[in-house]
DNA sequence: CCCTGATTCGC
DNA sequence: GCGAATCAGG
């Protein structure tokens, strides 16, 4: 139902431009058919600031596939953007290399039930986002990004086993 | 397929 | 007034 709060988060987060569909998360209990009929009962439809399809503008450079980037030079200079830039483009040379899709840099809105939730960078700072690559249904990760959150627990459990196989032959 | 807002109309 | 269904489009 329509209380007199949830219309002003409505009219706010509308004025910030959210769509419909991420208001109706916003809110919850609602469907953007809800948040859109709402809208225009209230007279609010035709924003300043229409919300884009989150088109990925990306110009992609062509110029640094050979070279590739090193984050620690950029550390060494005590610059953070960029060592974040260079940590980005060996993100990029990594992916072009390996064919991965590319990362989609999800947001907390931007997350759904299939897309991977692998943090990127420091949660707080400018540049944090997720990997936000298709993930199956269920699964937290994408393929790859599963690959490292697991692999590490599975080499453990491996060399948990050698060890317990070495202590048989011992004694 | 994902998404966007707009409109209609039974409730 | 409400919002699901539907439409028209990116």
Not at 81 to 92: I, P, S
Request: proline share 7%.
């Amino acid at each position: 139902m329509w209380t007199d709060e949830r219309v002003e988060l409505l009219k706010k987060l509308w004025a910030e431009g959210l769509s419909a569909s991420q208001v109706a998360k916003q809110l919850g209990g609602v469907t953007r058919n809800a948040v859109i009929g709402k809208v225009h009962r209230l007279g609010l439809s035709g924003r300043a600031t229409p919300s884009r399809p989150a088109r990925s503008r990306a110009p992609a450079p062509r110029t640094l596939v050979r070279g590739r980037p090193d984050p620690l030079t950029a550390e060494a200079r005590g610059d953070e953007r960029q060592r974040e830039a260079a940590a980005e483009r060996a993100e990029a040379a990594h992916v072009e290399e390996r064919g991965l899709e590319p990362i989609q840099r999800a947001t907390v809105l931007t997350l759904t039930e299939h897309t991977c939730k692998w943090p990127i960078g420091d949660p707080g700072r400018p540049g944090f986002h997720f990997c936000g690559r298709g993930a199956e249904h269920g699964a937290p990760y994408c393929t790859e990004h599963a690959r490292m959150a697991y692999q590490p627990a599975q080499a453990r459990r491996n060399r948990e086993r050698d060890r317990m196989r070495r202590d048989r032959l011992v004694s």
